[in-house]
């Protein structure tokens, strides 16, 4: 057994449109319906350009594992890292759209870094490597 990678990040929430208007107007994702069986009402995806759904939305009771809760915050999870372009235009998106952020440098990795808190709390941790400033 091995791991590929991360598939996605589940995100409960009681306030399912202002999460998807975050993830659409902040990070350019698109939404779209979940796979027949799940509510769409209930649960949206979030899909990059290449098709992947990188973060599903779903509001408390909605999936099919039951025991879900929401929360404010994490819990044990502090954030999600996501690689990404584009540096100047996100820290000019966020500022058109009045979203706090912080921004750190870290010049001996050549890599810059923006933290910006989504509608639920979950802490999103955007890093800008060498070449994708």
Known sequence: MAVNGL????????????????????LDLKPGNPPPGL???RIQWMFDGAGRAL??????????SGGES???????????????SGHGAMIE??????????????????LKQVFVHEPNGVL??????????
């Open 7 to 26: 598939d996605h990040i589940n995100i409960q929430t009681r306030g399912l449109a202002d999460t998807v208007r975050f993830f659409a107007d902040v």
């Open 70 to 84: 929401e929360g404010p915050g994490t819990g044990a999870l502090h954030h999600v890292a996501l690689d990404c």
């Open 93 to 110: 998106r966020l500022e058109s759209l009045g979203i706090a952020y912080r921004s750190v440098e870290l010049p001996s990795v050549d």
């Open 124 to 133: 999103l941790e955007l890093n800008f490597r060498s070449g994708q400033h």
């Open 39 to 41: 509510d769409p009402a």
């Open 55 to 64: 973060f599903h939305l779903s509001t408390p009771g909605s999936l099919l």
